[in-house]
């Protein structure tokens, strides 16, 4: 039988956007600016049962959210949401290979070296101030590079995803919510094995349509 | 004799099964042609990825549908994010979740399938019986102007004032309340999707149905499967749990749709000398918001009712489009939408008022189209590789769709318009339509997604060119057969779901003969 065999090294660890990025950050790194990337992330207080960011991750999710989702009367903060653990528990959810793409942006985000390659800057991500986050974030989302303009959209997706999935945020965007009294959480889950089907909208009372009629060739 | 729906955390012992036909996928073609082959008597295994999800837990909300209905948790993508994906995962597949939009495959699609792509079993006439018992048995009928929600009704208007043909849309619904939540699931069971009707149908037959069965290969030798071996998912950790199910049918169809039939195929060796997951089509859609005085109330009543084909065909050598609208929900909105922070703060915090049309541009008809590949992923479960080549033509259609978006919205009484670019374009009146004109258009340049997954394993008559022949038949296999959106040789310029069920009842005759 034939089997499908990758080739020897994975072809994505040659062809993955992330993996190019990273591998032009080694090069500049080989060149001289190791010490870029060595700068550490601002220190935040880690808090317990993240099951995936570690720390420096986490204080990388915490600014972004900070920056995607600013204070604004109405709208319920994203600290007190703790929308930075629901990205970590997004990221339990995923395929494990977005899992590690998504880690791999995180530092590609963080690294000095990354933003000293990009924008000419020399500080971690984390340790800028409000205006030159926006001002990083800005440059991603209308970068030339297709790179950052991907890894500007992988980290929104995910941040809004975790702020606005959370039934609290309704009341700000004036999103009424489901209408109450329609979902059943009680509804009956049939399975057959000979169990009487329940009535409902989708069982069908009249007769049913004749037998699929033939068509004109025989494979 | 009833069947059973059995759920991974039923099946905690290595199990191998013999059938007659063994069905991967529960989707539209799967659920059909399931349906068919145990009403004539086949001993029928159907393998389902996804959950078994019902009515029970369609609590309406975003945060439970995406993770449990959708595939990668709605964000499947383009490897460069360049295209954002909305494809079904459960029982039931994109039916379960999709907008209940109902159209026969147009005749001139038909055409061009059996003229360039040699598919001369199909036709409007072949087609027309299947399409009349699906329609009868799922309920589908024109939904009426009187119902439609504000967010249909600012389409319909703008296609009057500006006279644009326009129609409305025929669903799959049965005592539909109108809400306007079928994107998570239906709470009252009204959509006709597979999971309420045609698999309980089946199963009441002698179906016997495995959700949570993720089948990763396909064992064959010569031009014969001899079986397909699963691993049983955990139903609430999506992880692999240990336990295979093993399935050694007479015959094997592959419907797990567009993207994940040609992911089985290549992981087991079966690509066709290249051409699995080559030619897939997307429907690629361009989006644009607009504020209204008003309420539109877009997350609220019937998703989609009207449509307009006034720009299906424009001509040799451009890509046409047809207009819809989405429903617009508070977590789709905010990452389907562009910006961020105030300025998306101050778009999405009047949800209400907010409309929004999309052109669903259709690809695969012009001779240099390539779609969409897809490849097999390293250390990927259920993503893969995928990446679409635009062509200057869509990019074109592109434009000229936005443009006439936002003709559509002021028309309708819009007092601001908002393209999705990356920077969003902002216009207050007509008069500022050269903003949009001026901006550049592409894949990262704005936001581009689909709802409507085609083609990978394109059906026609030449064995060099395609990958299953006009009866679905897999080339050079005798007992492999794909039934799902993937056969496609073209995307359709009408939403699928019709197309496909009624491609599944046809073939399901022959494939009931072979078995």
């Not at chain 1, 039988?1 to 950050?25: A, E, Q, T, V």
């Not at chain 2, 999309?358 to 189209?369: F, H, K, Q, S």
Request: hydrophobic share 40%.
């Amino acid at each position: 039988m034939k089997m499908y065999l990758p080739p020897p090294g994975g072809r994505d660890s040659r062809r993955g956007f992330l993996k190019k990025g990273l591998f032009g950050g080694l090069l500049l790194a080989v060149g001289g600016g190791a010490w870029l990337a060595l700068k550490g992330s601002a220190e935040v207080a880690l808090p317990t049962g993240l099951k995936v960011l570690d720390a420096r991750r986490y204080a990388v999710v915490l600014a972004l959210v900070d920056r995607f989702i600013p204070e604004r009367p109405g709208f319920p903060s994203a600290k007190a949401l703790d929308t930075a653990r629901a990205v970590d528990t997004i990221l339990t959810l995923v395929d494990d290979s977005s899992r590690v793409e998504l880690n791999q942006l995180l530092m590609l985000f963080e690294n000095a070296l990354g933003n000293f390659l990009f924008g000419l800057r020399t500080t971690p991500f984390t340790r800028m101030s409000a205006l030159e986050q926006q001002q990083v974030l800005d440059e991603w989302m209308t970068s030339r590079l297709s790179l950052r303009r991907t890894g500007y959209l992988a980290l929104r997706t995910i941040v809004m995803s975790a702020y606005y999935g959370n039934a609290l945020t309704w009341p700000a965007t004036k999103y009424p919510g489901p209408p109450p009294g329609i979902h059943d959480p009680a509804a009956p889950v049939w399975k057959g094995g000979g169990e009487p089907r329940p009535l409902g909208n989708g069982v069908m009372l009249e007769q049913e349509a004749a037998p699929a009629p033939v068509d004109g060739g025989t494979p | 004799m009833s069947g059973r729906i059995f759920t991974g955390d039923e099946v905690t012992a290595d199990t191998t099964l013999e059938c007659d036909v063994c069905v991967v996928g529960s989707g539209s073609g799967g659920a059909w042609v399931a349906h068919e082959l145990v009403k004539a008597g086949k001993r029928v295994v159907m393998l389902e990825e996804g959950g078994y999800h019902t009515r029970r837990e369609f609590d309406m909300t975003e945060a439970r549908a995406f993770p449990n209905l959708y595939q990668e948790l709605g964000n499947r993508t383009t490897d460069d994010l360049s295209v954002s994906m909305l494809q079904g995962r459960s029982v039931g597949g994109s039916t379960t979740v999709n907008w209940c939009s109902s159209f026969r495959t147009p005749e001139r699609i038909l055409k061009i399938w059996r003229d360039v792509h040699g598919v001369d079993t199909l036709s409007t006439e072949v087609l027309a019986p299947h399409w009349d018992a699906v329609e009868k048995r799922l309920h589908i009928a024109e939904w009426p102007e009187s119902a439609m929600n504000a967010n249909n009704r600012a389409l319909w208007d703008g296609l009057g004032k500006l006279g644009y043909e326009r129609g409305l849309i025929r669903r799959n619904v049965n005592n539909c309340l109108n809400l306007g939540y079928c994107g998570m699931g239906c709470p009252v069971d009204a959509k006709q999707s597979m999971l309420v009707t045609v698999l309980p149908d089946a199963v009441e037959k002698g179906l016997t149905l495995y959700a949570n069965a993720s089948a990763r290969t396909i064992e064959w030798s010569g031009r014969k499967v001899s079986s397909v071996r699963a691993e049983i998912l955990d139903p609430v950790k999506n992880r692999p749990t240990g336990v295979a199910l093993t399935v050694k049918p007479k015959l094997l169809v592959c419907s797990g749709g567009a993207i994940n039939t040609p992911g089985l195929l290549l992981r087991s060796g079966l690509d066709a000398d290249g051409r699995v997951g080559r030619r897939t089509w997307i429907h690629p859609v361009v989006v644009m918001m607009a504020q209204f005085d008003r309420e539109i109330a877009a997350f609220s009543g019937a998703p989609q009712a009207v449509y307009s084909h006034h720009f299906i065909e424009r001509g040799p050598g451009k890509v046409g489009f047809f207009l819809e609208v989405p429903p617009v929900h508070p977590m789709l909105a905010s990452t389907v939408s562009t910006g961020t922070g105030a300025r998306l703060q101050e778009v999405i915090e009047d949800l209400p008022k907010l409309q929004v049309m999309i052109a669903i541009t259709v690809d695969g008809l012009l001779p240099e189209e390539e779609g969409a590949t897809v490849a097999l992923k390293d250390g990927a479960y259920s993503r893969y590789t995928l990446s679409y080549k635009f062509i200057d033509a869509q990019v074109e259609a592109f434009r000229v769709a936005t443009l006439e978006m936002a003709k559509l919205q002021f028309a309708a009484g819009a007092k601001r318009v908002m393209s999705l670019h990356m920077d969003p374009v902002v216009l207050d009146s007509e008069a500022e339509l050269s903003k949009l004109e001026a901006a550049e258009y592409g894949p990262l340049k704005h936001k581009i997604v689909t709802a409507h997954q085609m083609g990978g394993c394109p059906m026609g008559k030449d064995a060099a060119k395609s990958v299953v022949d006009p009866h679905l038949q897999f080339h050079g296999m005798d007992n492999l057969f794909v039934v799902d959106g993937s056969v496609l040789p073209t995307s359709l310029g009408v939403n699928p779901q019709e197309t496909i069920f009624g491609i599944a009842r046809w073939a399901a005759g022959h494939i009931a003969r072979a078995a």
